[in-house]
């Protein structure tokens, strides 16, 4: 049975405490467009202080879709339902309610979160299965 990205949410929030970085229910966060690679500087900065930023890559979908735009962008905020949606109307330049609704039930698109949490890497890729955001194994 899928496990559905709010009730993961939920346990992340219940394990790691309210005051994480990573996983919430609020919609706000600041979206930084314009990052820039410093060839892995970046990974070690995370390592040696505790990051706040989460990269999140919008993927190919199912249907072999890809992402008209720049589909990784740097996000400080919660990973939710919320930004993986709206991480999809960017990348796949969507411009409205109705037409992204039938992209998301037609397509079925993926977003992968990464973030260094502590001094380790972490990945959740979550998918629209149709219906909402579920967690991919």
């Known amino acids: 049975m899928p496990k559905f990205l709010r009730d993961f949410v939920n346990s992340m929030i219940e394990e790691w ?3 994480n970085p990573f996983y919430g229910l609020k919609n706000n966060g600041q979206l930084v467009e314009q990052w820039t690679n410093l060839d892995g500087l970046e990974i070690f900065y995370s390592y040696v202080r505790n990051s706040k930023w989460v990269t999140v890559t919008v993927l190919p979908t199912e249907t072999g879709i890809h992402p008209v ?3 990784v962008y ?3 905020g919660y990973i939710n339902e919320y930004i993986a949606e709206t991480a999809v109307w960017w990348a796949f330049e969507l411009l409205t309610e ?3 609704k039938k992209f ?3 397509h079925k698109p993926e977003v992968k979160f990464t973030f260094i949490r502590l001094g380790h890497p972490y990945e ?3 998918k629209f299965d149709g219906y ?3 967690v991919e194994d």
Request: hydrophobic residues 50%; negative net charge.
């Open 98 to 100: 109705m037409e992204a």
């Open 132 to 134: 909402c955001w579920v």
């Open 104 to 106: 998301m039930i037609q």
């Open 74 to 76: 740097k996000w400080k």
């Open 124 to 126: 959740l890729v979550v």
């Open 17 to 19: 405490g309210e005051d």
């Open 69 to 71: 735009s720049n589909s």
